[in-house]
């Protein structure tokens, strides 16, 4: 298959992928999984609470898709509600407040758009957030593993570090939500697909993640192990920064500014 923007999402979407579960399992030790908002219920499209990484606990937080049909229908096919949302806010408080580095796993086509979610505030826990993590006071890295496509993404990537995998996609729209407001025709996704600069390398050229993650022998232990060394490396930089909030925004107010130059 031809590395084409359209195709890149194709393989993002592919069901033999690992989803978020599957990282969390192979990359951590004594994951302990928290749920419910506090507020309205518990969200099974994230998947969140504590681990172990290398002898130090972490936050883990992951938009799970599911693999099989079953499996999918149960976790909404990777679409948060507001109280999913709301949960992974909670638990990264609950890190700033135990000093406990962060970790996302993104790997969504949305946040869900139905009446409930809406009426429940749908756009204002995105928001909520987005506020909230650019000032928590711990290390965020969060790694796009699959789809990354809207708000219901970047809810879960206000990062010090934002990394994608070689194959993942990360996009304002899905190419067909794009082509059916641009054309009124889904059919259209591939055109824009090219358009959206929706892959790990447009994203990196235009400052958007720090780090592109190779996807050989994806799924074995020797991917899972690479990622754990990564993200042990990464933290032990982040855990000793003392400017980590002003530096957090300032990573956001350059995105995109080399490209503009140029």
């Excluded at 989803?19 to 506090?38: A, L, Q």
């Excluded at 869900?112 to 957030?129: L, S, T």
Aim: net charge neutral; proline share 3%; with cysteine.
């Amino acid at each position: 298959m031809s590395q084409t923007p359209y195709n890149r999402v194709k393989l993002a979407r592919d069901n033999s992928r690992p989803t978020g579960i599957d990282y969390i399992r192979n990359i951590f030790k004594g994951f302990i999984e928290f749920h419910g908002d506090r507020r309205f219920a518990d969200d099974p499209a994230v998947v969140g609470g504590i681990a172990r990484l290398g002898g130090n606990p972490v936050t883990v937080i992951a938009i799970e898709r599911g693999h099989t049909a079953k499996e999918r229908a149960h976790r909404n096919f990777g679409a948060p509600h507001p109280e999913g949302y709301r949960k992974a806010l909670r638990l990264m408080k609950q890190a700033e407040k135990f000093g406990r580095p962060i970790i996302c796993f993104i790997d969504t086509s949305g946040a869900y758009c139905g009446i409930g979610a809406e009426e429940r505030g749908q756009g204002q826990a995105i928001a909520e957030n987005l506020m909230e993590m650019s000032t928590l006071c711990v290390p965020i890295i969060s790694i796009l593993i699959g789809e990354g496509e809207s708000g219901g993404a970047l809810a879960l990537a206000v990062a010090d570090r934002v990394w994608m995998l070689q194959n993942a996609v990360y996009s304002v729209i899905s190419p067909e939500g794009c082509a059916s407001i641009l054309w009124k025709d889904a059919g259209k996704a591939e055109a824009s697909a090219e358009s959206l600069k929706l892959t790990a390398e447009d994203a990196k050229s235009l400052g958007v993640i720090e780090r592109i993650l190779s996807e050989n022998e994806i799924g074995k232990k020797e991917f899972y192990d690479r990622i754990r060394t990564l993200l042990i490396e990464e933290l032990s930089g982040l855990s000793n920064d003392l400017d980590l909030v002003s530096k957090r925004y300032d990573r956001f107010r350059q995105i995109g500014v080399d490209a503009i130059v140029k």
